[in-house]
């Protein structure tokens, strides 16, 4: 059955933002998608073609939801590896794999798998919890990285002396040594089943630190030649090494010698490839459809420079959310809103972003700037 | 209220392409869409937020449809007008404005427009039916067409001389006089509540004889500046003397004496600019929310050349769709497939389109061409 016949189904694990623009490609492609989240008010829920509010963690609800699908996919990572495993073994195609999930949803094995791979990343020590952070002193200053169910800067924390411990995990994680990096960068790959690869151009992200979320995002990254061919290349020998089915976005650092140390990756579409929906030849969701579809990648290549801007919800404002500045905003050229449909805003929550294209690359770094001081996400 | 609350609501008037391809934009500004179509199966039936299936001719059904909408907009002009009249009156926003769609509806009443407000357009007569071709036989060759109901290439005929009688409608109509053109070009005009207007680049659109429908469109059109410069001023005359808040396609005949003459014009989302999704800064779809939400009109200019082809059911073939090729098109760098979600396919029936963009417009040219040949509709 062809991927645009009315009968067959792609099950999507996840209904937020991520699932919201992966449907928004799908329609181009008549790909019927069905959306499991356990939230009522989920982006995803008035425009997926079916949504079921269920648990993503759950083994029953995953089974119950996956055993008439064709094709299985995620949007998050925290999801039920054991269902997913028992729907694969039924003959339901899920990518990305369940194994390859199964490594990543642990920071622990993550990095384990970086060792075995010969994967370049920054020294560590996995810990069961505070107490060994004592023992590890030699150690700081690192990252503390709660092997499980960190999401969106949550579960991360630097722990930079023992003055630190208090706001410490006292939970299994990873101590990753503090890396003195000159940027963050990222790249993304995709992989379909037949083994083709297409890695997108290399993008530079800047982190709102209080938050340790991405504020913004450069595409092209303004680094050499060498860096962005060496990053590429390890992008591509980490989604090779996984062979995983889907797009991968490894997040990168590049340290002030130039060293490329992998941070982490991620096995589905990411905040740092939002520039791709207008600012190269293929959106990351639809390069993501096409390669869990076993069809031929698109091109990666950049159109325009771009720079994304996340709209991050106000610090303390909770509630029903209210936007001021859209209308100077949308008065700005080449500038695309991408509003992901929450209804309440928190501190810090990604209530959508901004991509600025143009044809001069500091323009648009101009723009989002002013961008970012006129548009603000509050409570009513 | 503002659009992005979840309480406001669009409705559409019509659930075909036009309407899918601007539910796929409205997701990405929260805007909510309620949609109305006669089709159990319309394109939009899935993904919009809400589909009522009914008859959009029918002034009962229109009103229900419409009595709690925030703002009302159609995909297609033959719609009861009366009820969008009173709806207007009620205090629903309406837009194109009714008295707009009732003088496009009707191509009689459409010529007679641009005579009145000095827009350059062909010769023509007014008829009630077909003995009055004989009575004007004078006015031979001309194009029929019928005044009112006709869409898509239907309810158009050429008549060239009195042997044609036979194939003529015998129905009110337009009675044009043929143009002899060296090319058909559109402008897309977008104009929202408070005047603010913007013109789309001119583009060439390349007719499928048999099925007199457009097949291939090229951006950028290659005419002199001089001649853009006119066709553009032209398509912002037509928009304002509408007083139009919408978009509207203008659809143009450039004439070998170099005179350009208004064809006809659609107060919606056009064929004619499909290529703007990828192609333009602001794709059509887009640009007509912006206007009829009274937001800042977005740049509509040109980021790379694009040819469009518009994907049509092959000749003869009739039931389950299937598409061949497809897989070999999706290899082709920058080329982007839309298909409609149309179920079932019939000879000429727009089933999707593809758009080329490269940055070398003729390089575009031959891989449309090379699509054309490989992309087929037929039944199963």
């Known amino acids: 059955m062809s991927f645009y016949d009315k009968k067959f189904t792609l099950g999507v694990l996840g209904g937020g933002q991520l699932g919201r623009m992966l449907i928004q490609d799908a329609i181009s492609i008549n790909l019927r998608v069905s959306v499991l989240d356990p939230d009522e008010n989920a982006p995803c829920k008035e425009i997926a073609h079916e949504f079921v509010q269920g648990d993503f963690k759950d083994y029953d609800t995953v089974m119950n939801f996956g055993r008439d699908k064709d094709l299985i996919t995620i949007e998050i990572e925290h999801v039920s590896i054991e269902a997913l495993k028992d729907l694969k073994e039924m003959g339901v195609k899920v990518y990305p794999q369940p194994e390859v999930l199964e490594v990543i949803q642990d920071k622990g094995l993550q990095k384990q798998f970086y060792t075995d791979n010969d994967i370049p990343t920054a020294p560590y020590k996995l810990i069961d919890g505070r107490d060994e952070i004592t023992r590890n002193s030699d150690f700081l200053p690192c990252m503390q990285k709660m092997r499980k169910g960190g999401y969106d800067g949550k579960g991360v924390t630097p722990v930079r002396s023992l003055e630190d411990l208090s706001t410490a995990f006292d939970a299994p994680s990873v101590m990753e040594k503090m890396v003195d990096f000159e940027k963050e960068i990222s790249v993304i790959v995709a992989r379909n089943p037949k083994g083709q690869v297409r890695a997108y151009p290399v993008v530079e992200l800047e982190f709102n630190p209080k938050a340790n979320l991405v504020e913004f995002l450069f595409c092209p990254a303004q680094i050499s030649n060498d860096i962005e061919a060496r990053a590429e290349q ?125 044809e001069d690359a500091k323009e648009a770094h101009r723009i989002a700037e002013n961008v970012k001081t006129r548009l603000k996400v509050r409570s009513k």
């Open 234 to 358: 390890i992008a591509i020998d980490v989604a090779n090494a996984f062979q995983v089915v889907g797009l991968l976005a490894v997040e990168m650092f590049l340290t002030k010698e130039g060293e490329i140390l992998v941070n982490e990756v991620a096995p589905r579409p990411h905040n740092s490839g939002h520039q791709s929906i207008e600012g190269n030849y293929t959106s990351q969701f639809a390069q993501h459809l096409r390669a869990i579809l076993d069809l031929p990648l698109g091109d990666t290549g950049i159109i325009r420079p771009t720079v994304m801007l996340n709209l991050l919800g106000e610090e303390n404002h909770t509630g029903a959310a209210d936007y001021t500045g859209l209308e100077d905003v949308m008065a700005m050229d080449g500038v695309y809103l991408h509003l992901y449909g929450k209804s309440d805003t928190k501190s810090y929550r990604k209530m959508g972003h901004v991509t600025v294209m143009r």
